[in-house]
């Protein structure tokens, strides 16, 4: 380990660091404790029923760009519709994630052919929001 005197806001401090690739300096083990007593299990309650599956999503057509959902959150604005032209670069969703809004942008030049999403719903990360032709 070696000592450094660093001056921060002007209040110095004595900092040491450890060389990266030394040997790690070993710290001081505590003694094993005793296990708990066993405890008698719970009964365990009926499993609850399997949830309906959710619907497939529909296939993109060939030769058609997707704009998918970089994270969870909620469609805060839809910005084109069906039928609006877009260029690469251009914003198309307002995705509200953590309180922020998060501008989603075209991957490519065409024609909105399908928007998947509402405003206002919750998507998951890889979402289908919009199909581009």
Known sequence: ???FNVT???KAYVVEVEEAGSAPVA???AAPKAAPAPV??????????????????????????TITAP???NIFKLLVNVGDTV???QAVVILEAMKMENEIFSPCDGTV?????AQG????????LLVIG
Request: net charge positive; aromatic share 0%; glycine share 12%.
């Open 8 to 10: 921060v806001n002007g």
């Open 121 to 128: 719903a919750t998507v998951q990360p890889g979402e289908v």
């Open 87 to 89: 260029k690469n670069g």
């Open 71 to 73: 994270m969870s959150g």
């Open 40 to 65: 008698a299990a719970a009964p365990k309650a009926a499993p609850a029923p399997a949830a309906a599956p959710a619907p497939a999503a529909a296939p993109v057509p060939a030769g058609a760009g």
């Open 113 to 117: 052919k399908e928007v998947r999403v």
């Open 1 to 3: 380990m070696k000592k």
């Open 27 to 29: 710290a001081p083990v």
